[in-house]
């Protein structure tokens, strides 16, 4: 809710006829964007360091692809369980305190990861790291939502979304040199240095987001008057459309009308085929690449790098275009595709390292691209009252298999020798999720309308 001290004057809404729309969002997303991408490259850091990590874990603990595999899905087990309650929080405390209080707490967590010792203390690390991190994505997409109306907002949720492309590029060549770097010194192993690290930049950026950013147009006051009365016009007219859906029958409005959809729940169960596809993607990287016989941790981290550094500027291109047409579902449904069938293909392509790399650089924009596009979606079908519980649901569905997928690729890395039958088993699990959002998910429910 707006500040009253800081509610729009009639006069402000006169003005706000004038403004130069294009200015004020390009002025918004440089104030605000930056700092958001950053802090979502070093959550999704955090997260998938993991990958090059298993190097030294294999080599000093003894941790094969099922123990990695059961760590990575109990990350999700403790995201899955503390994500809706987390984001239930963005109502009483604010975006910008919520992901405050999440980013200290997934520093610590990571720093403490540096003691593992042991499986147990292996899997209770990776499930803490996941209760910390719960509720940041959705906080982070609810917090755009407060800033941009949904014509605007799938560009912005594809710069938001190139935080992972840059993560799996900045964090495969960190994490590689870091522990190239740090082999042995001062009898810290490497993976160990890697956890201290890389755990003390969420805690400072904190900070950062604690004293730049602010959780409503109506509080910056780096924006006139008018161009405050301008964003929160343009906001409204979107809720406007979505109430008078809603007296229609087609509403959307409550957390219980939500829950009562079963749109969303398609939604939730399409959330199923991305999140399968961003394991593939963003966790087995590293090993499709060192099972096609990368063994050098330093050339690891730079071919994990490659990839997602191809990925941005495909996803970039595509998020505009889906703006530019105000067009969702074929464009997430038309870059599954594209990424099951490039999964389909590393699972036959042997070990030429060219051939896997440009395989995965395919498979990675393709996932990106449908994945800056689907996530569009809930906040724009949801009103803004059940948007942040809203997509807090999506992801955590989506992450009932996020859970499943790693065990199961470890566990069939581990029986077989090989990724390929995981690969293949995953790609059809995201053909599924393609159809459910063709057949589930009409182009009517998606009403948007161009800003003036």
């Known amino acids: 809710m707006a500040d009253p001290s800081t509610s729009t004057a009639p006069q402000d809404a006169v003005d706000a006829s004038t403004v130069d729309r294009a200015a004020t969002y390009r002025t918004i997303a440089w104030r605000v964007m930056p700092l958001l991408v950053i802090c979502y490259i070093v959550s999704f850091i955090d997260r998938t360091n993991i990958g090059i990590a298993q190097h030294g874990l294999e080599r000093d603990l003894g941790f094969g692809s099922a123990v990695y595999g059961l760590g990575v899905t109990l990350f999700f087990v403790g995201f899955i369980l503390f994500e809706v309650p987390s984001s239930a929080l963005l109502a009483r405390l604010g975006a910008r305190k919520t992901l405050v209080r999440i980013m200290v707490s997934w520093g610590v967590v990571t720093l403490a990861t ?31 939502s407060r800033w941009f109306p949904s014509a605007r907002r799938t560009r912005m949720t594809a710069v938001f979304f190139a935080g992972v492309p840059v993560s799996g590029v900045l964090g495969s060549l960190m994490s590689g040199a870091i522990m190239k770097a740090f082999d042995g010194s001062t009898g810290i192993a490497d993976w160990q240095w890697l956890f201290i690290i890389e755990g003390i930049p969420p805690i400072l950026l904190a900070g950062a987001v604690l004293l730049w950013l602010v959780d409503e147009p109506e509080q910056a006051r780096w924006l006139t008057p008018a161009q405050r009365a301008a964003v929160r016009l343009d906001l409204d007219a979107d809720q406007q ?24 729940w398609i939604i939730g169960l399409c959330a199923c085929g991305a999140y399968t596809l961003a394991n593939a993607v963003s966790f087995w990287t590293p090993r499709i690449i060192a099972d096609a016989g990368v063994g050098d941790v330093l050339d690891l981290g730079f071919f994990s790098a490659l990839p997602p550094l191809f990925g941005i500027v495909v996803m970039l291109i595509v998020g505009r275009h889906s703006d530019r047409t105000l067009e969702r579902r074929w464009h997430a449904a038309l870059s599954w595709t594209v990424a099951a069938l490039a999964m389909v293909a590393i699972s036959v392509s042997g070990d030429d390292i060219a051939t896997v790399v440009v395989l995965l650089a395919i498979l990675a924009a393709a996932h990106y691209s449908g994945l800056t596009v689907f996530y569009s979606i809930p906040s724009i079908y949801l009103s803004e009252r059940a948007a942040a519980t809203g997509i807090a649901l999506v992801t955590s569905m989506g992450s009932f298999a996020a ?3 790693p065990s199961l690729l470890g566990f069939i890395q581990a029986s077989t020798g090989s990724l390929s039958l995981g690969l293949q088993i995953s790609a059809g699990i995201v053909l599924l999720a393609v159809v459910l959002l063709l057949v589930g998910v009409k182009a009517k429910d998606l009403r948007e309308q161009r800003p003036s």
């Open 403 to 405: 859970a499943a997928s």
């Open 241 to 264: 459309r979505k109430k008078a859906e809603q007296t229609t029958g087609k509403g959307h409005g409550g957390l219980l009308l939500a829950l009562r959809d079963p749109k969303v």
């Open 114 to 144: 540096s003691l593992v010792h042991n499986e147990i203390t292996f899997y209770v690390a990776r499930f803490l790291l996941g209760v910390t991190e719960a509720g940041f994505f959705p906080g982070a997409l609810y917090f755009l």
